[in-house]
DNA sequence: TAAACACATGAACAATTATTCATATGAAAG
DNA sequence: CTTTCATATGAATAATTGTTCATGTGTTTA
């Protein structure tokens, strides 16, 4: 049990991770925009994409050739808020 | 800032911080305390305590020779509480 | 069907990090 | 003052993990 909450937080533990979050925060994106955004490989994103889909923390769904993701449910931005509220204190 | 919030997620991150945390969050505790419960050398107990207290996520006092460690604030219990909402759902 | 585009993924490397072992510090008891 | 108890810490080791590189899969367009 709090093995599991450890492996849920150390998701939100990396600064990739946490950026890639922040921008499908704001709404959904695909996996070169999010690379463009954060400047950074599509591969490194789309592994750590891979992560977050596999906790389902993130969803996504094709349109044609490009894969938009979006974050899972609401719980996840009120994780990050929170710990932004932590930080900013 | 982003990345800060990475470096405080880290810290939940990882079982035996994590398992410490909730043990503190049931009241204040001894090193020693700590290592029993959790099955731990003392070493491996005050390593990890010593990053908790560096980002001021637990306190501690001196009571003679032992010193007992306690959640720094609310703001950690919540974030814990949080974390354990989400997986239970 | 072939080429182009968007994304996924396996293997390898580099960097980070949790634990152990040995030892140091600091307080109390004798 | 010396010993003992509780804790802290430096160095070393082992394990985990993020990124890169090369390549594979799936979809659209020519």
Redesign the pocket.
């Given at each position: 049990m709090l093995c599991d909450l450890a492996?849920l937080f150390?998701?939100f533990?990396?600064?990739?991770?946490c950026k890639i979050l922040y921008v499908l925060s704001e709404g959904e994106c695909?996996?070169?925009?999010i690379?463009d955004v954060l400047s950074?490989?599509?591969?490194?994103?789309?592994?750590?994409?891979?992560?977050l889909?596999q906790s389902r923390l993130v969803r996504?769904h094709?349109?044609?050739?490009?894969?938009?993701?979006a974050l899972a449910d609401e719980h996840v931005q009120t994780i990050l808020k929170m710990g932004m509220d932590h930080i900013s204190e």
């Amino acid at each position: 049990m709090l093995c599991d909450l450890a492996e849920l937080f150390k998701l939100f533990g990396d600064s990739t991770r946490c950026k890639i979050l922040y921008v499908l925060s704001e709404g959904e994106c695909s996996v070169s925009d999010i690379a463009d955004v954060l400047s950074m490989t599509q591969s490194a994103i789309s592994h750590q994409l891979r992560l977050l889909r596999q906790s389902r923390l993130v969803r996504c769904h094709r349109i044609g050739k490009t894969m938009l993701y979006a974050l899972a449910d609401e719980h996840v931005q009120t994780i990050l808020k929170m710990g932004m509220d932590h930080i900013s204190e």
